[in-house]
């Protein structure tokens, strides 16, 4: 079982920045590829980006790429989202995802809301 919190999310204006973070439980969390994720009102949770259990490898959805960066400390159980020149299109609520197969994660956070504003 693996337990995920996510933190960071807040309201922000247009080409500003935030960085989210999730805490995971678990002592096998660096066996793991993590993922980010969001779900704007009324639509459906879209992958944001994805990292490799040892942080190698990092991929990401075309609406955020060059503007967002996945990175993870498997030390401290955590995994990050750096986000930078945000849009209010980014505006929605993130979850953090655990233990991805083709991008879909087997445990989820309870999500963190982010706002932009124009």
């Known amino acids: 079982q693996v337990r995920l919190v996510e933190s960071g999310g807040g309201l922000v204006q247009a080409g500003g920045s935030l960085r989210l973070s999730c805490a995971a439980s678990?002592?096998?969390?660096?066996?793991?590829?993590m993922g980010w994720f969001r779900q704007a009102s009324g639509k459906e949770r879209e992958f944001v980006g994805g990292?490799?259990?040892?942080?190698?490898?990092?991929w990401y959805a075309d609406s955020v790429k060059g503007r967002f960066t996945i990175s993870r400390d498997n030390v401290k159980n955590m995994v990050y989202l750096q986000m930078n020149s945000l849009k209010p299109e980014d505006t929605a609520i993130y979850y953090c995802?655990?233990?991805?197969?083709?991008?879909?994660?087997?445990?989820w956070g309870q999500g963190t809301q982010v706002t932009v504003s124009s």
């Open positions: 995802g655990a233990r991805l197969v083709a991008n879909r994660p087997d445990y």
């Open positions: 678990g002592r096998i969390f660096s066996a793991y590829a």
């Open positions: 990292i490799s259990h040892n942080g190698a490898s990092r």
